[in-house]
């Protein structure tokens, strides 16, 4: 809320991942009461951990939930949040109602954020809730992210930037609180999959869905499936690359995502690299 003044200073980069864990307690403390935007991720988890810790039933967190949100990925949420005693609910939201998001330009999760963060200031106001958190991390703040944009119009805070927590420090405190999501690839929604300017509608959602839930049963951890109209370009990690390239193991996938809806399958030989639909924009 805007008329909330926080006592943060900014993080030096000589911090240790500890010594940030104790500043970010202490805004948490300050902040008195929160809403956190959760998506059972490596940064949302840890946030609303800490939070969770310091203001007890006065840390709320909220994952909105979509056809844009895995079945998996909400599993892993409200599994965590139950192992780690969170004050954990669920709110709709609806993004695909609206033509912008569906259409899906450069700036597509701008118009996903808007939907979120305008829904959970809702339930902040009502609930006469101070702070709306975001797991924005210092690593973000570069990177092509529409999202912030919407986050910074509806003055929704962002604690683990403000204090210097990047990727790999959350990942390390995660581990020492044992937080199941420490060592997990990140794991935004499903329409990042889609290739910009393909539009975004449910049937693309449930392949994408499909074939990362059949690539998952056959023992990969890392990878992406990228729509591009009619085809599915596979992304592995290239530490698991070995294991799909086999003859056998190519007609397997083929046949599945075939089976899927996708007229034509190919695996990316460079392998998965997060945000490689944003190359060449």
């Not at 805007?2 to 864990?21: C, F, G, H, I, Y």
């Not at 967190?61 to 969170?86: R, T, W």
């Not at 959970?120 to 690593?139: H, M, P, Q, S, W």
């Amino acid at each position: 809320m805007t008329d909330n003044q926080l006592t943060v200073q900014p993080a030096s980069t000589t911090r240790s991942s500890e010594q940030k864990e104790v500043s970010l307690r202490r805004l948490m403390r300050e902040m008195k009461s929160v809403l956190v935007a959760y998506s059972g991720g490596v940064d949302s988890s840890y946030l609303a951990m800490i939070a969770a810790q310091e203001l007890g039933v006065n840390a709320v967190c909220v994952m909105g939930i979509s056809p844009s949100v895995s079945a998996f990925q909400k599993a892993e949420g409200q599994s965590i949040a139950k192992a780690f005693g969170l004050n954990f609910e669920m709110i709709e939201t609806s993004e695909l109602d609206d033509p912008n998001y569906t259409s899906n330009p450069t700036n597509r999760c701008y118009f996903c954020k808007s939907e979120l963060y305008d829904k959970l200031k809702g339930v902040a106001v009502e609930r006469k809730i101070a702070f709306v958190l975001d797991g924005t991390n210092a690593d973000d703040i570069s990177d092509h992210r529409p999202g912030r944009i919407a986050a910074g119009e509806r003055d929704v805070t962002s604690p683990l930037a403000e204090v210097g927590f990047t990727k790999k420090e959350i990942r390390e405190r995660s581990q020492v609180h044992k937080l199941p999501t420490w060592d997990r690839p990140a794991s935004p929604c499903l329409s990042s999959r889609i290739a910009y300017g393909v539009p975004v509608t449910l049937e693309r959602l449930s392949k994408v869905e499909r074939g990362e839930r059949y690539l998952r049963d056959q023992g990969f951890r890392e990878f992406r499936v990228r729509v591009h109209e009619g085809l599915a370009r596979i992304e592995i990690a290239p530490a698991e690359m070995s294991q799909v390239l086999d003859a056998e193991v190519v007609a397997k996938i083929s046949r599945a995502f075939k089976s899927f809806g996708f007229r034509y399958v190919t695996l990316d030989l460079e392998g998965f690299r997060s945000g490689s639909l944003n190359e060449g924009n």
